[in-house]
C-alpha cells in the first residue's frame, strides 16, 4: 500500500510538474489522475460499509467464461480454509466505517487483482490471453449498510477485438450472456453470530459440489 501511495504521489507530482505549463489554466483533478492511471492498466475502486462490533464484510468473486460458472472464491474465508488456520483480524473491534479497496493491474496477458481490506491484503492473478478487449464497471449506488449480498464492480471482456458495448446499468444475467469473460466482485455483511459459523458453511458448499 505505501508503494502505491508513493506511486501516486510521484505521478501526481510529475504530471503537475511537467504537464500544467503546457496546459491550459484549469487545474489537474481527479478525473485526470483516474484516466492516467487506466491508460497505464491500473483501475481503482473503493467503498465504505458502516459495522458494528463483531461484524466484518466477505468479498467475494465469480468468474464466467463463455456463460459458464468457472471459478468462485470467497476471499478471507478461503485464505483461512486453505492455510488450516482462523483469524480475526478482519472483524471490526468496535462500530465503525471501513474502507474495502480494490487494485487492479492489467499487464499483458496478466490480470493482477489486489484488495486491501481491512486485516487482510490479497493478491490472485487472471489469465486474460484468451480476451482481446475489455474494461471495469462498478454498480452504483452500492449501500453502506450492506443490508444484503450486493454486486460491486466487473470485469468484462470478449475474446474477439472490435467494439466492446457499454456494461453500465447492466442485469448479471445480461452481464454473462453478452460477454465472453466476467469477473463479478460481490460485498456481504457477516454479523457477529454468523462469524461463528461461516467458514463450516462454507466448507459443507464446497464439499457438496
Not at 478471507?76 to 492455510?83: A, K, P, Y
Not at 474494461?135 to 460491486?152: A, D, H, M, Y
Request: charged share 30%; hydrophobic share 35%; with cysteine.
Amino acid at each position: 500500500m505505501k508503494r502505491i501511495l508513493f506511486l501516486v504521489f510521484l505521478l501526481t507530482l510529475s504530471i503537475y510538474c511537467f504537464g500544467q505549463g503546457e496546459n491550459n489554466k484549469y487545474d489537474i483533478d481527479s478525473e485526470d489522475i483516474k484516466n492516467v492511471f487506466e491508460g497505464q492498466g491500473i483501475h481503482i475502486f473503493k467503498y465504505p460499509f458502516d459495522l458494528k462490533k463483531g461484524e466484518y464484510i466477505s468479498i467475494s468473486y465469480q468468474i464466467f467464461e463463455d456463460g459458464k460458472l468457472t471459478e468462485h472464491k470467497n476471499i478471507i474465508e478461503d485464505f483461512q480454509i486453505d492455510n488450516g488456520i482462523t483469524m480475526d483480524h478482519h472483524i471490526a473491534r468496535k462500530d465503525t466505517i471501513v474502507f474495502h479497496r480494490f487494485y487492479f493491474y492489467k499487464k499483458n496477458d496478466t490480470l493482477s487483482m489486489r484488495q486491501s481490506l481491512p486485516g487482510i491484503k490479497t493478491v490472485q492473478n487472471i489469465d486474460l490471453s484468451k480476451v482481446k478487449l475489455g474494461g471495469f464497471n462498478s454498480r452504483t449506488n452500492v449501500s453502506k449498510e450492506l443490508s444484503k449480498k450486493e454486486e460491486l464492480l466487473f470485469y468484462y471482456g470478449n475474446k474477439s477485438g472490435g467494439w466492446l458495448n457499454c456494461s453500465t446499468g447492466i442485469l448479471k444475467s445480461e452481464l454473462i450472456k453478452n460477454y465472453d469473460f466476467v469477473v463479478l466482485f460481490y460485498a456481504e455483511k457477516i454479523n457477529k453470530e454468523r462469524t461463528k459459523t461461516i467458514l463450516e458453511e462454507i466448507k459443507s458448499v464446497k464439499n457438496n459440489k
